[in-house]
């Protein structure tokens, strides 16, 4: 996961990257900051395999997950923690800002 501040603003650039190793046809990052709409942040697939999406997200801690085929869930490897999700799991953790 890469972290950069944007000029002039309260938000920073989050690029949240999935390991090539999920096999799906989609991936989405899904979570606190977009509702958990499974359709909110679909990732690209790049040469390498690897899957990414960039999010401008405003400071806090955010709850996700990312969401194979719109059925398979799965954690972030670089997440900055987890937390217990309630429903048997954990959840992946970013924490945006200071």
């Not at 938000?11 to 090539?20: C, G, M």
Request: proline share 5%; net charge negative; aromatic share 10%.
């Amino acid at each position: 996961m890469k972290k950069d501040p944007i000029a002039n603003s309260t938000k920073t650039s989050v690029t949240f990257e999935a390991p090539a190793e999920i096999q799906a046809e989609s991936l989405a990052v899904v979570g606190e900051f977009n509702d958990w709409d499974a359709t909110a942040a679909l990732m690209k697939q790049r040469k390498d395999g690897v899957w990414a999406k960039t999010l401008r997200l405003e400071p806090g801690t955010y709850c996700y997950r990312f969401l194979a085929d719109g059925q398979v869930w799965h954690n972030d490897p670089a997440a900055d923690g987890y937390q217990p999700s309630g429903l048997g799991e954990d959840n992946s953790v970013v924490v945006v800002g200071g």
